[in-house]
């Protein structure tokens, strides 16, 4: 069983200032040893700043997004080894905002994972199905395919450094969260995948982690699943009072 990964979400906000002052005040509450995995992905600008502020602490650091390419003419794109430089260990790849708002598709998606293994960075891939989706029974077929992609030309070394985060669109940031065992039941089908991937012995290390509308009225029942390893809480992590409640769930 892989240990207990929380990870904020803080999508576009906080500025350096206001980013420095939660990570201080959770680095005091969170001194190191920790027995689970404690990430915040924070936007760019305050990547470097934390990544500082954070060295000797147990807060790890993770991007919200990523390019492929390792360096060039790509407006506005930031690399792999810029987040390295920063202070990251890991990088959100293929967040639901990212594929409906911005058009990411799943071949894109896969360069990405692929980018951030090859420097060393764990991607946390993201896979959810909309509500429409799911009226259509599609919810199996359409986690199925954004997994499948997003993990293509992948060997079972790779496989088992990646952090899946299973978020049904329909439950991000509608303060609807999908039941326990409704999310289990899709976290046990994404386990079973990544077993005909990588084996089941390195299928049971992968972190498979839920998203949206985690708060911390809901975390224990979520953790208490088998297939739940962890969240992605991303309203509930902008406040170090309700990230820290989740943190010690
Ligand atoms: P939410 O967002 O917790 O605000 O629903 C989760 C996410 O988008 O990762």
Redesign the pocket.
């Known amino acids: 069983m892989p240990r207990p990964f929380i990870a904020g ?1 803080w999508k576009m906000h906080k500025i350096v200032s206001e980013a420095l002052e939660f990570a201080g005040a959770l680095a005091r509450r969170f001194p190191p040893p920790q027995e689970r995995d404690i990430v915040i992905a924070a936007p760019f600008t305050a990547l470097h700043p934390l990544g500082q502020a954070l060295r000797t602490s147990a807060i790890q650091l993770s991007a919200q997004n990523v390019h492929w390419e390792e360096q060039g003419a790509f407006t506005g794109e930031v690399s792999t080894r810029m987040l390295c430089e920063a202070g990251c260990r890991y990088v959100i790849v293929g ?1 639901s ?1 990212r594929r409906r708002l911005f058009g990411e598709q799943n071949r894109e998606i896969n360069l990405k994972v692929r980018a951030a293994l090859a420097a060393g960075l764990k991607p946390i891939l993201c896979v959810g199905e909309t509500l429409e989706e799911r009226g259509d029974e599609k919810t199996f077929s359409v986690v199925r395919k954004q997994l499948k992609e997003g993990l293509n030309n992948l060997n079972p070394d790779d496989i088992r450094r990646v952090i899946v985060a299973y ?1 049904p669109v329909w ?3 509608t303060g609807r969260t999908a039941a326990p065992a409704q999310a289990q039941e899709v976290h046990r089908f994404i386990r079973q995948l990544l077993e005909g991937l990588c084996g089941e012995d390195l299928a049971a290390a992968i972190p498979i982690i839920y ?4 708060t911390p009225g809901n975390i224990r029942e979520l953790m208490a699943e088998t297939d739940i390893n962890g969240v ?5 992590s902008l406040d170090v009072e309700s990230f820290s409640k989740i943190l010690q769930f």
Request: proline content about 0%; glycine content about 32%; hydrophobic content about 40%.
């Open positions: 979400n967040h905002e978020e439950a991000i940031g998203g949206g509308s985690v992605l809480a991303g309203g509930a």
